[in-house]
């Protein structure tokens, strides 16, 4: 059917630039040998995936790797994904990713502190003083070691709340696109957002906390004698 | 009703149109308690996801690496072709004959 519509599209020469081209359309174009089809959707993704990457293992270098491989994969199963079942390619690549980090910790079998967070003091202001003399929340966020902390953070987010905010703020889909993936209401991933935002908060005190007790010297242990790390 | 606000402040953040915090909470003023950590989170998500941009030496060598998979792709798929299958007849009636290949 895509095929057909691309065939017509050629010998009636109406060809949409590349560019402004969709998914769909580009996976079809790859499909057929068309090159500067699968540039155009690694220029779409490839940032994307490596954001999404970065939330997962925490390492630039591994994320490149990463969102590398994602693409290889891609293009591996392109005869399979053509024709495209949903408008975008970003929930197909978005699982490669996430399977790719579940990989990465199953051989690094790694469990990290977060001991590179910033100050506890700034982590809660991020939140919490809003009103107060000190800095904005504008200025707070625009920090790096903040944003390196909210990325940790999303990391251990239920995974319902993150994955519904890693489609909206990395994929950029809209609440239809994302209901018709995760097969909710668009209601309902307004929810999640919602719960997600203020599960981020949680954590992120969670996270202020422990570096708290740390810098004290505490044991890093919570009620239950159980050592408080985050896992990924 | 502040879920909804959340979504539209999401989607103004999207569209790159990034107002003061103050500004936007103070349309809301009966909300702004619940509202504030939700904003502040979603600035703060969108802010250091922002932040995080790929080394440009890295995409590149990752986008040639795709294009170098998707020519192995198209290889061996061509192999599998009528074409491809005529290609590997011949060849093997050239060894059958003696002429080499």
Redesign the interface.
Known sequence: MVSTFLFLQVLLGGRPALAQASDRELVARTAHGESAALEVLHKRYYAKLYKLALVKVGNEDDAHDIASEAFVRAVQNVLKLDPLSSASLYPWLHTVVQHLAVDHYRRAAQVESVSDTPESGELLSLFERIEDPGPQPEEIVARKQVQAAVRQALGTLPEVQAQAIYYRFIGEMSLAEIAAEIGKSEGAVKSLLHRGMLNLRVRIREMAEQQRRTRRGDTGRDVHGDTITVHR | M???I??QY?DEL?AGRER???EYLLKHPDQREEL???L??????????K?????PS??E???R???E???K??AD?DDLTHQGALTRLVARLKRALGGGG
Do not use: C, F, K, N
Request: no cysteine.
């Open positions: 502040s879920t909804e959340l979504s999401i999207l003061p915090l103050q504030l950590p939700l502040v989170g979603a600035l703060a998500v969108h802010r250091s996801l932040a995080a941009e790929p080394a890295r995409e060598a990752a986008r690496r795709a294009v998979e998707l020519a792709v198209l798929r």
